[in-house]
């Protein structure tokens, strides 16, 4: 099915983590547009980071983080100011799609912050100095990523930081919930609304 | 003492989730091909029918041809998207203005053009350049798939409530600055990220002075410096521009709907979360050196140096410059191109056209360039013959394509070629934006106009 019921639910992870030491990667890398054709959810994941991660030919550039053996995880953890630009979801249905199931950064852009928690996918805001630790951190580390108690800790050296996420987010997420649900659920208050509007004309 | 985006957003709301995101009621809502087919099949997934038809425009823009549009398109999977528009415009009975209609056009321009756009209104699209609504003093912001469905589904998203900033440009702009100028200039100044959070409200004289075209211009860039989106309170010039288009309120409709927009501004004592001022007047032709549109810099200046460019943000800074085949401190004007695009939601409407034909009329195009000149809209195009520019322009070597959104994302066949130089009229310059390895260069209409006449950078 192509709905979000399949939205699982997210309580706690602990994961090594793919780093991405770049600011302001936008959408456009993210999934570049000519990706941008299909008429389905599925698939986007094989085109993440598609004009870093491959050679004209399609062959893997060995240079880039995700073609590189060392690095894996279900953790993605940029740079500053993480998915500008377009509104495409697919930029959130391409990283979903790859596996990953939180991404870090010190800032994210609006839209794709929406657009990643309504697809399951946690985005995590975290401090300058969190976010540089993670990127000087040995090969393999690990990260544990706790909803509930809405905090992040760096098990390299223990350092634990707590994170804002809004209380519905909160709540969709634990339990797999759905916006779609509760706006139908609404469609009286709507109805009423749409008889009182101030400026029909 | 509320201000303009506090007016319509509270008038709007339908409820608030305790501790949650509002949930606000969406007067209109544009559709195309990219954005809407895994909305659509969600509806179906679920067995909804769309809450609100004749509250939904559709259109058929971003993958599109831009020649040949009388013949079926040729790559298999574009048209398919197009085609599966088509189909869910019937199955839902919805409005589409699909290919080969006369009022087909890019998203963003036709809303405005056929008065789909009105003060007041909370306007959402799946394009983060939905801001460009914002110029007729409504909420217009850009939104996910997931939120398509939510709006065809109930009329509603759910939305926190964002921060209020508002940008003031005093004084008058220079001969030859326009708006585009204008956009790149303040998200040089607050960088892309400076507004993230903030639903931005331009104010001041240089803002009054400006045409519907180019407050569209302006607040369709809003988004390039991470804002929600931008508004301009609506004046004279926006009802001159509305009166007498087809779904404008017209009669007695027309003088209520003005009581009530006459009440759209914000208060003397209205009180912004941030509040920036601009001087318009030292404001000069700008270009963009690297690969987001706040790498600006007067077309006259020169690329910051390294050590300008603070610690965090080197890595990025370097691989933007290499991408862009620049050096640090190096100075543009002059530089040779290969490519101009005249088009794109930000700066395909009629006086875009004008400006830039005013400027290469007796002029002949640069051997060294291919130039693309593509309309917003069929409307624009008709304009542009009825006024005879596209004879001008054919005389100085141009031509004319057919509307859509083109090279602006280049998911057509419009791609710039690796390596190659683009002075562009849309609005980003990413890597691989207008093609793979395409490098791009965002100016005015004016700008690219005497890049496509001198083959290089020039001031106009
Ligand atoms: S012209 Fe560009 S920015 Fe505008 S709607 Fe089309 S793709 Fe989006």
């Known amino acids: ?201 | 003492m509320k201000t303009l985006f506090d007016k319509i957003w509270d008038a709007h709301v339908v409820t608030t989730v305790k501790d949650g995101p509002t949930q606000l009621y969406i007067d209109r809502h544009l559709c195309h091909e990219v954005t809407s087919p895994q909305a659509f099949s969600g509806l179906r997934a679920r067995g909804l029918n769309v809450f609100r038809p004749e509250q939904t425009l559709l259109t058929a823009d971003h993958n599109i041809p831009t020649t040949g549009q009388d013949k079926p398109i040729q790559d298999e999977v574009s048209r398919f998207q197009v085609d599966t528009l088509a189909k869910n415009a019937r199955e839902f009975g919805l409005t589409y203005y699909g290919l080969r209609n006369s009022r087909n056009g890019i998203v963003h321009v036709i809303g405005p053009e056929n008065g789909f756009t009105q003060p007041g209104m909370t306007i959402v699209c799946g394009d983060s350049h939905t801001s460009t609504h914002g110029a007729f003093g409504a909420i217009a912001f850009g939104i996910g798939t997931s939120e398509v469905e939510m709006v065809l589904s109930s009329q509603c998203v759910l939305q926190t409530r964002p921060k209020t900033m508002r940008v003031n440009f005093r004084g008058t702009l220079q001969q030859g600055v326009s708006a585009k100028d204008m956009a790149l200039y303040m998200i040089w100044q607050l960088t892309t990220g400076g507004a993230t959070g903030y639903f931005v409200e331009y104010a001041g004289e240089a803002i009054r002075n400006l045409t519907m075209e180019q407050r569209m211009t302006l607040c369709n860039l809003s988004i390039e410096m991470g804002a929600r989106g931008g508004l301009i309170a609506p004046d004279e010039t926006t009802y001159d521009y509305l009166r007498e288009r087809e779904f404008a309120p017209k009669g007695e409709r027309w003088d209520k709907a003005m009581a009530y927009w006459k009440t759209l501004k914000s208060d003397d004592d209205a009180v912004f979360d941030k509040e920036v001022t601009f001087d318009a007047s030292q404001i000069k032709p700008m270009i963009t050196y690297g690969t987001n549109p706040g790498m600006g810099m007067p077309i006259d200046g020169s690329i910051p140096e390294l050590s300008d460019i603070d610690e965090a943000g080197k890595i990025s800074f370097e691989k933007s410059l290499k991408y862009m085949g620049f050096e640090p401190g190096q100075k543009l004007a002059g530089k040779p191109i290969d490519y101009v695009f005249l088009g794109s939601c930000t700066n395909g409407r009629i006086e875009d056209f004008r400006l830039f034909t005013q400027y290469v009329k007796g002029k002949k195009k640069a051997g060294n360039v291919t130039a693309w000149l593509v309309p917003g809209s069929w409307q624009v195009r008709r304009q542009i013959e009825a006024e005879g520019l596209d004879k001008i322009l054919e005389e100085a070597g141009f031509e004319l394509r057919q509307p859509g959104c083109s090279a602006c994302l280049a998911m057509n066949d419009d791609k710039v070629p690796a390596g190659k130089y683009a002075v562009s009229t849309s609005n980003r310059n990413f890597e691989g934006r207008q093609g793979p390895g395409a490098r791009t260069i965002l100016a005015s209409p004016l700008v690219a106009a005497a890049a496509a006449v001198s083959g290089k950078i020039t001031a106009p």
């Open chain 1, 1 to 201: 099915m192509d709905t979000l019921k399949d939205m699982e639910k997210f309580k706690t992870l602990t994961s090594t983590y793919v780093p991405l030491p770049i600011e302001n990667v936008d959408t456009d890398q993210i999934i570049p547009a000519r990706f941008l054709k299909a008429t389905t959810r599925e698939g986007f994941g094989d085109n993440l980071f598609a004009d870093w991660r491959y050679e004209k030919s399609g062959e893997p550039k060995t240079d880039f983080v995700l073609n590189n053996p060392t690095y894996s995880g279900e953790i993605l953890v940029a740079g500053k100011n993480f998915g500008s630009g377009s509104s495409r979801e697919h930029a959130a249905w391409a990283i979903a799609g790859y596996g990953f199931k939180v991404v870090v950064s010190s800032f994210f852009a609006d839209i794709f912050r929406n657009n990643a928690l309504n697809n399951g996918l946690l985005p995590v805001i975290v401090s300058e100095a969190f976010l540089t630790g993670l990127f000087e951190n040995p090969p393999h580390a690990t990260l544990t990523v706790n909803l509930e108690e809405q905090f992040i800790r760096n098990n390299e050296n223990g350092k634990t930081e707590s994170f804002d996420i809004n209380p519905y987010k909160k709540e969709c997420l634990l339990k797999g919930l759905d916006d779609i649900d509760f706006l139908l659920s609404n469609r009286d208050k709507i109805e009423e609304y749409e008889k009182s509007r101030p400026f029909v004309y």
